[in-house]
């Protein structure tokens, strides 16, 4: 009998730039991320915590390539698996 390991396919993977404690600080944080051409940055709510991500992913292998590619203010971004 074949073992079945199950696996979550719907991961995914966020580059994330900035940790917020308040929606506001969010908002405002997300409004440079789209001035600086990131068009498909938004805000993911989790833990009481409000974080700005400048795109997801559905590999890790992507979201590295991606981190790699960022503009040098944008090097503190890291990878959020979710």
């Known amino acids: 009998i074949p073992t ?3 696996t979550n396919s719907s991961n995914v993977y966020y580059l994330i730039f900035g940790s917020f404690p308040n929606m506001h600080d969010a908002r405002e ?3 440079k991320a789209k001035a600086d ?3 498909k940055s938004d805000i993911l ?3 009481n915590k409000f ?3 400048l795109y ?3 590999s890790l292998k992507e979201a590295l390539f991606a981190k790699q590619q960022l ?3 944008y090097r503190e971004a890291w990878i959020l698996k979710d």
């Open 45 to 47: 709510v989790k833990n």
């Open 51 to 53: 974080r700005i991500y």
């Open 56 to 58: 997801k992913y559905s």
């Open 29 to 31: 944080a997300l409004k």
């Open 37 to 39: 051409d990131f068009k």
């Open 71 to 73: 503009p040098y203010a």
């Open 4 to 6: 079945i390991i199950a």
